[in-house]
């Protein structure tokens, strides 16, 4: 008897590009594959001992002999790779349109509306890494008092400031404000808070990033589980990925150990239904900013605190282990990825060494748990408990 799934969302591990992944501007792509390559290996023996070196393949990681777990990857059916629709995918949601991109910078008539409601003129409205963009023109805006808006190839509106020039309960109602003028024909996925700290030569980024989302536009495996009489219980980025909806609980996390520590200790209290989490730290500081060895640093970071995640499952939980896109650190400029994303599953009720093969949507994540769980199931995906149990 299953009670409990924690979802363990690595962001951006992707394990190998998609057959479409030509159309997306990627050829050649693989998260893990290529760290590994460059870096001459990478040291991951906990979570090859679920079974990451199985999935068909799949390179740069060993194959285990008796794997614990059991273990397959997806592809990708939502027409997209960012971070809002590989979650939304995961939880049982399609998205045919990708969400609007700004390639060029956003468009005079959003802009001028920003500018106008916030009482501050704007400065970049570019394309730009994040980074990079603070370092630019963090001087400047230091000096006027004019946030830094930017965006990517994904569908974003970014806010970058810093903490003593305008305060974080304005810049978080400037992402509200910018909220509500993108939406209809100029809807963007996320507008996100880039708060940042320093001196000029030396910023530095905070914890205190906030994501404003759209609500998902179809009911998730989330909201099932809670209609259902579950808890849902978000860790990090989730509940700002989702716009709260479909979550019964949540907390922000600093970092990827953060987001571990925050986990456990969710695991080792009483409760029944989902806890999803993303540790956003192998996308954001390490696959964006191109950072090949500090990727292979958190990777094996994490697969050292694998122990202690599976020590705090209890008899009637279930782990499953995933990504949501990739963003292969060894690539060509600072964008997302498309990738397969690994699946690996592991719990005291769970069979071993069980191969799920190739997923054809992530949305079969969602399917799975809402058979374990006895709920409706969404619309999309396709369940493997018949597998593992």
Not at 201 to 227: C, H, M, Q, W
Not at 247 to 261: A, L, P, Q, R
Request: one cysteine or more; glycine letters at 10%; hydrophobic letters at 35%.
């Amino acid at each position: 008897m299953i009670n409990r799934v924690t979802i363990l969302v690595m962001d951006s591990v992707g394990i190998g590009e998609l057959p479409d992944s030509e159309k997306f501007g990627d050829v050649g792509v693989n998260t893990l594959g290529n760290i590994s390559k460059e870096m001459g290996g990478i040291n991951l023996p906990n979570l090859v001992n679920l079974g990451l070196g199985n999935i068909d393949k799949i390179e740069g990681v060993k194959k285990s002999l008796k794997p614990i777990g059991s273990f397959g990857k997806s592809k990708e059916t939502s027409n997209g790779k960012d971070t809002t629709t590989g979650h939304w995918e995961i939880a049982g949601l399609y998205i045919e349109e990708p969400f609007k991109t700004y390639p060029n910078g956003f468009p005079e008539h959003i802009i001028s509306k920003f500018e106008e409601r916030t009482g501050r003129k704007i400065l970049c409205n570019k394309p730009a890494s994040g980074t990079e963009i603070i370092e630019r023109l963090g001087k400047e805006h230091m000096e006027t008092g004019n946030p830094i808006v930017y965006t990517s190839a994904d569908s974003v509106f970014q806010i970058a400031a810093h903490e003593d020039v305008i305060p974080l309960d304005e810049l978080y109602e400037m992402c509200r404000i910018a909220r509500e003028i993108l939406m209809g024909e100029d809807q963007v996925a996320r507008v996100i808070a880039r708060p940042f700290i320093g001196s000029p030569g030396s910023f530095t980024r905070t914890p205190n990033r906030r994501d404003y989302s759209l609500d998902p536009f179809g009911k998730t495996v989330l909201d099932k589980a809670i209609e259902g009489g579950y808890e849902v219980i978000a860790v990090g980025k989730i509940v700002d990925i989702f716009n709260g909806k479909g979550i019964s609980k949540d907390v922000h996390t600093k970092s990827n150990m953060d987001g571990v520590d925050k986990t456990i200790e969710f695991l080792k209290k009483d409760s029944k239904g989902i806890i999803f989490t993303n540790l956003v730290d192998f996308d954001a500081k390490f696959g964006h900013r191109r950072n090949v060895k500090g990727y292979k640093e958190a990777l094996e970071e994490l697969d050292s605190r694998i122990p202690e995640i599976l020590e705090s499952l209890k008899d009637d939980d279930m782990l499953i282990v995933t990504a949501d896109h990739g963003n292969d650190p060894t690539y060509k400029g600072t964008d997302h990825t498309r990738e397969y994303i690994p699946i690996l599953v592991y719990g005291k009720n769970i069979k071993a060494g069980v191969n799920l093969g190739t997923r054809e949507t992530f949305a079969d994540i969602a399917a799975t748990i809402s058979d374990i769980l006895n709920i409706e199931k969404p619309q999309y995906g396709k369940s493997f408990k018949d597998l593992i149990i």
